[in-house]
């Protein structure tokens, strides 16, 4: 049974759920891209946790831009269009730079009116604020794959987040490695690394939260600003801040828990795990009631 296991998570990198096979701090993207003659899209899914982020990508520095957003999230499998597959350049550098498993998923995954489709019944109200039909394909050409491929009720991937180049810090993957962001550039670990000496999180949802922020740096001095008060507010309340920590050791991975729930592989102890921790957030929130904080009270 381990050794089945084994091979179906090396082959379908991107969509394994067992929490056996993932790091608990750790996101496990699967990633759908487009490409044509202009334009790239590029969308990712954890589908572990049901976090869906989607970006696009126009003008000469097209294939700059997406590669260093590949390197950000650093997918362990991508299913990409026929326009995408055939450069050479990006399959090279997912395979060999990232290690990611690479399908090509044909223009029939793709196809803009059963991506719009897909997209719209998927995240219903969301898919508006797309600014091309890259965006809307490459996230039609992942959801095609996960239906394809799951086979099961996926309403846990309910929001799409679509950002733009410019929200985020772009780093190209020979400074990320260099900057040693979140592992070390020779032992490849964690331990040594900007994520190694910040990392005081409680729990696996805040561990895979900070190295999100870690990877993906602020530019706006508003959110910049709004990010510092809420650090602000609890280094200065000591009481509060330990009284969360303690609280916080008794929070399970919620995330990962509802999506086993709803794949319907959780166990009686799952759901018990489940129970006990959403049973702490009622006394979090009353926690954070206090702080000033605009980040914090939302």
Known sequence: VVALNKNDMNEKKGTVIDAACLEDKSSNFLCGIYMDSQNAGVAFCD??????AVTAFDGPDTDEHLYNELGRYAPREAMLSDGAYSDAGLVEFLTQKLNC???????????LDAAKTAAEKQFPGQTEALPCDAAVQAVGGLLAYLYETQKTDLSHIASLSYYTSGQFMELDL???????LTETLRSKEKKGSLLWVLDRTKT???GRLLRGWIERPLLSPVQIGRRQQAV????????????LVMTLKEVTDLERLIGRVVYGSAGGRDLVA??????KLPRIRELLEGCSSALLQS
């Open 101 to 111: 498993r690479v399908e090509n998923g044909g223009e029939g995954r793709f196809r």
């Open 47 to 52: 589908i572990s946790t049901g976090e869906c």
């Open 174 to 180: 020979t400074a990320r490695r260099n900057l040693e």
């Open 274 to 279: 489940l129970a006990n921790g959403l049973g």
């Open 204 to 206: 696996a949802m805040g």
């Open 232 to 243: 602000s507010d609890l280094y200065e309340d000591i009481i509060t801040r330990e009284e």
